[in-house]
Every structure is written in structure tokens, then in C-alpha cells.
């Protein structure tokens, strides 16, 4: 597919999904003032349009269809937002196209830095569809030399700006955690064949944790956590899990209380204690006595001799 319909696919489907409805003169109009319009049409043709649909339909599985009284529009939108790695992919892209039809702005449009290795990314995605083992070299930050074995790749997960892979190695009983940055040094496909168990499901895997340690010993529990009120939009808008519930009847004006299904892993642990003063565990009684203890150790290390 040449990049130049493709990145048309791309705009075409994030100012339709922009607007909700839009009628076919208005896509019209902004195509006519897009920077990926080169070269300089007035008008965007009907049979282009139409022509771009069935290609977005084949590439992306999206259909756009039309209301005549309201315009065009993605049929379940619903389904698309749901649908994690489809959504993650067009925003990407639709990135990707704003950055370059605002090329005289990237030093105004700033990223953070991502350590990832995207070049493993490819490998693995198609050893995962194809049901093949791959064999990779791997750098632990515990370990003195690197080492090199076969792995079944059950799935990825993006996680505090670093990439991860789950996958079982050779001679293990359950799966671990490998991560895609300066750790993973190579990953090949071989020609063995692996296939992935029946019950597998990666979201209910990862379900009752936050981030991407997991099979600790710990049971999922209840915990409780008082936010204060200055930082309760944060929680609302971008919740910490799933499991988030803010409980009203024990809130109040000053704070709001939270309560979280998970098991409280290390991961959980960071993310709490990196909100500050603005967070406290209120139970389970051992998790708040975990997060006092390295609160205490931490200001013991600014106390004066």
C-alpha cells in the first residue's frame, strides 16, 4: 500500500470519528485545506471518497457509513474505543499525521521519551500469530551475562513507558515477565510450533493487578486509600484499575475515600507512594503498615546527623 493512502485512510478516519457525524462537503472542505493534499485538489471526489471507505474497511476492519440526515460516521464507535490495541494503533497514527502536517511546530510538541525496543515488536507480534516459539537473548538486571533461550510469547503490554512481553520459557510451568527495552538484546522466530493454552485470556490474567508484576504469593484484597480533594479529578478522569470505586458515604469535603479489588504489588505500592502526602492507605492494616515502613525509611534519609 503506498504511505500516501495510507496516511489518507488515517485522516479520514480521525475527522470522521472527531466530528461523530459529518456530512460528505465538509470532509470535502478539510481535505481541501490538509497538508497531505499535495497536490492542491479543491474538492475531495465522491468516487475517491467512497473508494477510501471500502480500503478502510478491507485495512482496518472500521466501516463508515452514512445517516442522511446527520453524515457519515464510524459504525460502533463503541466497539472501536473498546477495542484496545485498534484504538491505540489509530492514535498513533493520527499522531503521526498531525506531526507531520505541523512540521514547522515540532519543536513545540514535546514526547516523552520511551525506551522501548520497537524493533522487537514486529518480531514478536508475528510469532504470536503465527503460533511459532521464538528464541531470545536476554540481559536481566539481576543477572551478570545474558541469557539465550526458546519462549512461547502469550502477549504484550505497555506499562510506564516500557514495553513487556508474558511468555512461558522452555521448562518453566508458568509464564514471566520480560521487558522489550535495553534488557532484550535479540529475539528470533524459529520454525516450532507452540500453542497457546485453551484458557488463556490476557486481560483476565493481568485483571486483579496494577502494572506488570505478577504470581506474587499475594491474594487479590481490598484496599482503601483517602485522596484529597485537590487531587480527586485526577483519580475520576484517568482511574488507577478497574476495580476503582469512590465511595461516597464515607467522603466528604475534604477528602474522598477509594477502594481497589487487586492484589498490592510492588507496582501498586510505587504508584501510591508517588502521590505523595495527597494519598493514604487506609487498609488492609499489613499494606498500610508496608507503605508507613518505607515512608519511614525514606525520611531517615534526609534526617540531619
Known amino acids: 500500500m503506498a504511505k500516501n493512502y495510507f496516511d489518507r485512510y488515517v485522516w479520514l478516519i480521525d475527522v470522521i470519528n472527531r466530528h461523530g457525524h459529518i456530512a460528505f462537503k465538509d470532509i470535502s472542505y478539510l481535505w481541501s485545506r490538509s497538508p497531505l493534499n499535495t497536490v492542491g ?94 528464541e531470545m537473548t536476554y540481559q536481566s538486571f539481576w543477572k551478570d551475562e545474558p541469557c539465550t533461550f526458546k519462549a512461547n510469547p502469550y502477549c504484550l503490554k505497555l506499562f510506564k513507558q516500557r514495553w513487556y512481553m508474558l511468555a512461558r520459557s522452555e521448562g ?14 535479540n529475539v528470533v522466530q524459529t520454525d516450532q510450533d507452540y500453542k497457546l493454552p485453551a484458557k488463556f485470556n490476557a486481560e483476565e490474567f493481568f485483571a486483579e493487578y496494577f502494572g506488570i508484576i505478577v504470581g506474587t504469593d499475594c491474594k487479590s484484597q481490598t484496599v482503601k486509600i483517602r485522596v484529597t480533594k485537590d487531587q480527586e479529578k485526577y483519580f475520576d ?30 507496582d501498586f505500592k510505587q504508584e501510591l507512594l508517588s502521590r505523595g502526602p495527597a494519598v493514604e492507605v ?24
Open 172 to 185: 518453566k510451568d508458568e509464564p514471566r515477565i520480560y521487558s522489550l527495552d535495553e534488557r532484550m538484546i
Open 282 to 305: 487506609l487498609e488492609p492494616k499489613d499494606f498500610r503498615e508496608e507503605i508507613m515502613d518505607d515512608i519511614a525509611k525514606m525520611a531517615s534519609l534526609y534526617m540531619i546527623p
Open 41 to 134: 485538489e479543491n474538492y475531495l471526489p465522491e468516487r475517491t471518497f467512497h473508494n477510501h471507505r471500502e480500503a478502510i474497511l478491507d485495512t482496518f476492519g472500521i466501516e463508515i457509513k452514512c445517516d442522511r440526515s446527520l453524515g457519515y460516521y464510524i459504525a460502533n464507535s463503541d466497539d472501536l474505543e473498546a477495542d484496545g490495541i485498534r484504538q491505540w494503533l489509530l492514535e498513533s497514527l493520527s499522531m503521526n499525521n498531525l506531526l507531520n502536517e505541523t512540521k514547522d511546530m515540532r519543536d513545540r510538541i514535546l514526547f516523552e521519551n520511551i525506551p522501548s525496543s520497537h524493533k522487537w515488536l514486529p518480531v514478536i507480534v508475528n510469532a504470536m500469530r503465527d503460533g511459532k516459539v521464538i
Open 237 to 266: 478522569t484517568l482511574p488507577l484499575h478497574d476495580s476503582q470505586r469512590k465511595l461516597e458515604e464515607e467522603s466528604d469535603e475534604s477528602y474522598s475515600i477509594y477502594r481497589y479489588h487487586l492484589v498490592p504489588t510492588f
